[in-house]
Nanobody
Framework: QVQLVESGGGLVQPGGSLRLSCAAS????????MGWFRQVPGRQREVVAT???????FYTDSVTGRFTISRDNAKVTVYLQMNSLKPEDTAAYSC????????????WGRGTQVTVSS
C-alpha cells in the first residue's frame, strides 16, 4: 500500500513563500506522475502543478512563474515551492501520485491547508 505524507502548509502573508513536500512510501512503479491539486469550499478541485518520473512538468496558468515543482527521485518526494503568494492561492492542497504505465494506480494524500492573508 502506498502512502503519501504531506507537510509545509500554513499561514503566510501576501507576497510570502511556502514550500510543500509530499513523500511517498510503498511500492511505486514508473512511469508515474506526481503533483499538487487544490480546492476551496464550493469549487472544484484544480490541478496546480505536476511532474512525471521523466521530469516533465506542468503548471496551471495562475501559478506559472510563481510556483516551482521538483522531485527527489531517490526519496520519491515531490516539492512545491510557492513564491509571491496571493490570497487567491488560499486552499486545501493535496498531493497525488498516479501510475502511467502498465501498473495503474492513483493515490491521494490527506491534504494540507495553505492560507494567504494579512
Amino acid at each position: 500500500q502506498v502512502q503519501l505524507v504531506e507537510s509545509g502548509g500554513g499561514l503566510v502573508q501576501p507576497g510570502g513563500s511556502l514550500r510543500l513536500s509530499c513523500a511517498a512510501s510503498g511500492s511505486i512503479y514508473s512511469p508515474y506522475v506526481m503533483g499538487w491539486f487544490r480546492q476551496v469550499p464550493g469549487r472544484q478541485r484544480e490541478v496546480v502543478a505536476t511532474i512525471t518520473s521523466a521530469d516533465i512538468t506542468f503548471y496551471t496558468d495562475s501559478v506559472t512563474g510563481r510556483f516551482t515543482i521538483s522531485r527527489d527521485n531517490a526519496k520519491v518526494t515531490v516539492y512545491l515551492q510557492m513564491n509571491s503568494l496571493k490570497p487567491e492561492d488560499t486552499a486545501a492542497y493535496s498531493c497525488n501520485l498516479r501510475g502511467l504505465g502498465t501498473v495503474r494506480y492513483d493515490y491521494w494524500g490527506r491534504g494540507t491547508q495553505v492560507t494567504v492573508s494579512s
